[in-house]
């Protein structure tokens, strides 16, 4: 047995998936949500390769103590982080990740965290790709608070012509 953090083992000789380490997340933080760059990689619209797991908790959940396990934690309000939550399966753990049209708002919501350019490219490829449509993006950023920021971005990749 190899010894990933307190209370979280693994087989040495354990075929790791793709996502692995959001299912290591998921056992480290029960009631967190898989969250931004992470749940953007998961869904399939980034080229980036986030270097920690971003990893949403309520304002006031226990969070453990630090480990060589590379996770981001973000304080979300109770309204926010049940909002959009899907629930997969990674390893036999069952991992919470925001949907599409979520993520996506909240990227732009944290943009002074990731960057705008991550933000951007997340909502044109979920649109590319018809993994949201502009209506559910528009409905998420409204809810999050970004509604008037993520506006004339999806006005403009919309547009005709």
Request: with cysteine; aromatic share 6%.
């Amino acid at each position: 047995m190899i010894r990933l953090a307190r209370g979280l083992y693994q087989l040495p000789d354990a075929e790791l998936d793709t996502n692995h380490s959001l299912a290591e997340a998921a056992k480290r933080f029960p009631k967190g949500v898989i969250c931004l760059v992470s749940a953007l990689a998961f869904h399939g619209i980034t080229d980036q390769l986030p270097k920690k797991v971003w990893m949403a908790i309520g304002r006031n959940d226990w969070t453990p103590k630090p480990s060589d396990m590379p996770i981001r934690v973000l304080r979300f309000s109770d309204d926010l982080l049940v909002e959009s939550v899907e629930t997969h399966v990674i390893e036999g753990v069952s991992v919470k990740v925001f949907g599409v049209a979520k993520t996506v708002a909240d990227c732009f919501r944290h943009r002074g965290k990731i960057g705008l350019a991550v933000a951007l490219e997340g909502l044109q490829e979920a649109l590319r790709q018809r993994k949201a449509t502009p209506a559910e993006v528009a409905r998420a950023a409204d809810t999050g608070g970004v509604g008037t920021v993520i506006r004339p971005y999806l006005e403009a990749l919309t547009t005709n012509g």
